[in-house]
């Protein structure tokens, strides 16, 4: 739950804002406890009456609670949440109003309290709220188990594109989408490098640079309003000024605004006439059930209250019970009866709510589908053929007519074992006539380089190449050696102090600390020997573990390398363990021209080992054994499997063993990681049960209407969160691939 916060004044505008009936679904005035008044607008008259007798102008404190997307969160957590905020910030007692706000689907809580404090007649002291706040937040997120923000565990991870309240309300005022606005200034400052680019980006986004009024550079958009650089680029004044020089070289605001009256008008949020008036329809249709649920209710209170006051006793029997103490059960049950007719109430709220909300996300994503469906229907051919061509040969007809054992070697990049049928199938690439194929396929069976694999299967005998055992038998070598050497074991208290930092580390980024099933991974990796393994699921720590080994092994004295097979999962162990890091074929390249950047005594860190073939890994540990350095391979088996022959690092863990680490830490929700663990391990049909029994699977009669709402998904996901942002759209066949690909396409046209 994120929560934002400010004092303020002027509580008459306050009030009007949050009992605004037009820019919410709906509004409901939850509480109004400690003033004389019952109504939100002569509350806040009352605590601005007292605060004139201070000297305090900002007398009310306003924060408001905001859930993740489609979250279903009862009246009790948010009651919760305000409760927790308010001791932490000393407002306990002090008058409070509570307010819920219902807009696109989405539903979140305000609650305001007065500042002043009657008996000093002084305004109470707020110091460090936002940082008392986000550790609040924080725990709420745990607590739920929903998935927390990147910004929440990493500042620096979190969304460029996220916007300030004074942010949204400016975008608000000009009928524009603050974040799409934020994508297209942080755009426009991204591909320029000085001042001519920058105000040439953004005049074709339709603004054009100028000097602000109090110093600094700012934009004038067609409709004359001005836009801060600094605030919407996300950029410091001073990297402004160093990039684009001094702004007293720009013309002012005033000379810009009659040029920009030439600009394209902004485009504005607008929506259909068609979804207005179905919006509003369900608006009304929803307010009306809640209130007849409301009258509902009041009308089953007052029949209760008036079956209790007809079975009370009176008279002699009044007496009686009182003698007898059936008061005081009488008086217990009515008790109990009015705490079960108010849970029963606040369920039946809760119940409606959430149906509402349901309702309203998915008008939304009609409504969004329906804007499409024009330009899908106008720019995907459905009968557009896929045609998916085979991996070439790297060899010409000629030289495979001439020596056609030369597709051994081919084929036996890719597979550590093959059929004469996969023969047969690489030769007829490129030799088209079938005698000739065959003459072919029998000199390539021929080879002295094929070794037949001895199978107690009927199926086709499978064969390997001598080059291929060659690089198997290299692989064993090294790695028994590096099992066998010596010399790596950092000490002791080199390790207790790394593990005190990560513990001190995640404690104040989210209150967590290191697992007992990653303490003895780490005590595996900084052991003896020359060479370690680590097995571990998606999201079970391995980037904290390797952060923590990393600063384990500096202290020791050691150097420490990072390398994977791809740049994007270099990128992603550098950024996660701070272990600077570089692909293997750059590493490799850089040991084939003479270079050596890791020297004895180092350590290399290999991340999604299990991608790596035999040939590529046989060559590393080689080299990392002549160098006299430790390889550390981390990985799962299970996943991706390597592009080349052979799955070296299953066999290495299976002959010389690792640590594993099977603790799901990236979910918090224990259904989540029990479904991580599912997906892992191949019990595919258990996780989608998992996911389907939380309403998070979403079933489609056709192929043809999967693939249409998953691209609008996806495009929707563009829209609320910028294209920079990461996503993935999967299917299982490539035909289907192709179709989604074209379908989300057309529609980010």
Request: charged content about 30%; some cysteine; glycine content about 6%.
């Amino acid at each position: 739950m994120i929560l934002e916060a400010n004092a303020r004044g002027y509580g008459a505008e306050l009030a009007r804002h949050l009992m605004n009936p037009r820019d919410n679904d709906h509004v409901t005035l939850h509480r109004v406890e400690g003033f004389l008044s019952h109504d939100l607008a002569s509350a806040f008259a009352e605590v601005e009456m007292i605060a004139s007798g201070t000297r305090c102008r900002k007398y009310l404190f306003s924060m408001s609670f905001n859930p993740p997307l489609e979250a279903n969160v009862p009246i009790e957590v948010f009651e919760q949440a305000i409760s927790d905020a308010e001791a932490r910030l000393g407002l306990s007692g002090q008058p409070r109003a509570i307010v819920f706000h219902e807009k696109n689907g989405r539903r979140h809580a305000h609650c305001v309290w007065s500042r002043i404090d009657p008996k000093s007649m002084t305004a109470i002291q707020l110091p460090h709220f936002k940082r008392k706040l986000m550790g609040l937040s924080r725990e709420i997120y745990q607590d739920q188990g929903w998935d927390m923000p990147d910004g929440f565990k990493r500042f620096e991870d979190r969304d460029p594109l996220n916007y300030s309240r004074q942010e949204a309300g400016q975008a608000k005022r000009a009928d524009r989408d603050p974040k799409a606005l934020k994508a297209k200034f942080q755009s426009c400052w991204a591909q320029s490098d000085d001042l001519n680019s920058f105000a040439a980006a953004l005049q074709e986004e339709g603004f054009l640079l100028a000097r602000g009024s109090r110093r600094g550079f700012v934009a004038v958009d067609g409709d004359g309003k001005i836009w801060s650089l600094s605030r919407w680029c996300g950029v410091r004044p001073k990297d402004l000024r160093q990039r684009l020089g001094s702004e007293d070289r720009l013309p002012s605001v005033e000379d810009v605004l009659s040029q920009a009256k030439d600009l394209p008008a902004p485009k504005k949020q607008k929506s259909s006439p068609l979804f207005q008036k179905q919006r509003d329809e369900l608006v009304i249709r929803q307010r009306q059930e809640r209130e007849a649920l409301i009258e509902r209710q009041i009308q089953r209170q007052r029949d209760r209250l008036l079956a209790q006051r007809q079975s009370a006793g009176r008279g002699l029997r009044a007496l009686f019970d009182r003698m007898t103490g059936q008061d005081v059960v009488k008086r217990d049950k009515v008790l109990s009866e009015a705490k079960a007719a108010k849970a029963t109430d606040r369920a039946e709220q809760q119940a409606l709510i959430t149906r509402h909300l349901a309702e309203r996300r998915a008008l939304d994503q009609h409504a969004h589908e329906r804007s499409l469906q024009p330009i899908f229907g106008r720019s995907t051919d459905p009968e557009q053929r896929l045609q998916i061509r085979p991996e070439a040969l790297p060899y010409t007809a000629k030289q495979l007519r001439k020596d056609p054992a030369l597709v051994l070697d081919h084929i036996s990049q890719k597979k550590a074992d093959f059929t004469r049928t996969d023969v047969l199938r690489a030769l007829a690439q490129v030799l088209p006539d079938p005698m000739e194929l065959q003459a072919a396929t029998r000199t390539a069976m021929a080879s002295g380089e094929l070794v037949p694999l001895q199978s107690t299967s009927t199926l086709q005998p499978r064969f390997t190449t001598k080059d291929y055992q060659k690089a198997e038998a290299q692989l064993n070598t090294s790695a028994t050696k590096l099992k066998e050497q010596g010399g790596f074991q950092v000490q002791d208290q080199h390790i207790t102090r790394a593990m005190a930092d990560q513990d001190r580390r995640m404690m104040q980024d989210f209150g967590g600390k290191l697992s007992q099933e990653q303490r003895g991974a780490l005590h595996h990796v900084l052991g003896d020997n020359h060479m370690a393994s680590v097995v571990g699921l998606a999201g079970a720590g391995k980037s904290t573990l390797l952060d923590t080994a990393r600063m384990a092994w500096e202290q020791q004295g050691l150097r420490v390398h990072g390398a994977a097979l791809a740049g994007k999962a270099a990128e992603g162990l550098e950024g996660a363990s701070g272990i600077p890091s570089r692909t293997l074929a750059s590493l490799e390249l850089s040991w084939k021209n003479g270079h050596s950047p890791i020297s004895k005594g180092d350590v290399l860190v290999v991340d999604e080992a299990g991608m790596i073939g035999t040939r590529q890994l046989a060559r590393i540990t080689k080299q990392i054994n002549e160098i006299g350095a430790k390889l550390v391979l981390v990985g799962d088996p299970e996943q991706l499997q390597p592009i080349e022959a052979g799955t070296p690092f299953r066999d290495l863990v299976k002959q010389y063993g690792a640590a594993r680490l099977t603790e799901i830490h990236r979910q918090k929700a224990d259904w989540h990681k029990q479904a991580s663990k599912d997906l892992a391990e191949g019990r595919s049909h258990q996780a989608l049960t998992r996911y389907a029994e939380k309403q998070a699977v979403t079933t489609n009669t056709s192929k043809e209407e999967a693939i249409d709402h998953l691209a609008a998904s996806y495009v929707m996901d563009v829209a609320a969160h910028g294209a920079r942002k990461s996503r993935l759209a999967l299917a299982h066949k490539r035909k289907d691939v192709h179709a989604l690909n074209q379908a989300i396409r057309a529609q980010l046209r």
